[in-house]
């Protein structure tokens, strides 16, 4: 069974930083494309940043130049470098995994999710 779990949420001041990592088991993030998600109170679920087989990465426009996803050096880990934290990336964030080489838009094709680790970003 696929499993991904989360690390590295916290409480941050606006402009701080935070790197968020997800450990899987059962899956090989280098062979798919993965993904961080994120969901605010009251809010939809919206994808942050994926990153394909290739390397190609997409970003959504709230994060671009600030936010960087990439597969770790360790085995079977997916990172999230957050920099110029802002109130409104205070959200649950959640890796996200396909069994596919290039990435889907929006959340379809995504079947393992992991359980989230909470960004609070305070001004």
């Known amino acids: ?4 779990v989360e690390s590295g949420g916290g409480s941050v001041q ?3 930083s935070l790197r968020l990592s997800c450990a899987a088991s059962r899956y090989t993030f280098s062979t798919n494309c993965v993904a ?3 969901q605010a109170p009251g809010k939809e679920r919206e994808g942050v ?3 394909a087989v290739d390397g190609t990465t997409t970003y959504a426009d709230s ?3 600030r936010f960087v996803i ?3 050096n360790a085995k079977n880990t997916l990172i999230l470098q957050m920099d110029s934290l802002k109130p409104g990336d205070t959200a649950m964030y959640y890796c996200a995994a396909t069994l596919f080489d290039s990435c889907p838009t929006g959340n379809r094709g995504f079947g393992y999710w992991g359980e989230g680790t909470q960004v609070t970003v305070t001004s």
């Open 70 to 72: 990439s597969r770790g």
């Open 1 to 4: 069974q696929v499993r991904l």
């Open 63 to 65: 994060v671009k130049g």
């Open 36 to 38: 961080w998600f994120r």
């Open 14 to 16: 606006a402009g701080g």
């Open 49 to 51: 940043a994926r990153i």
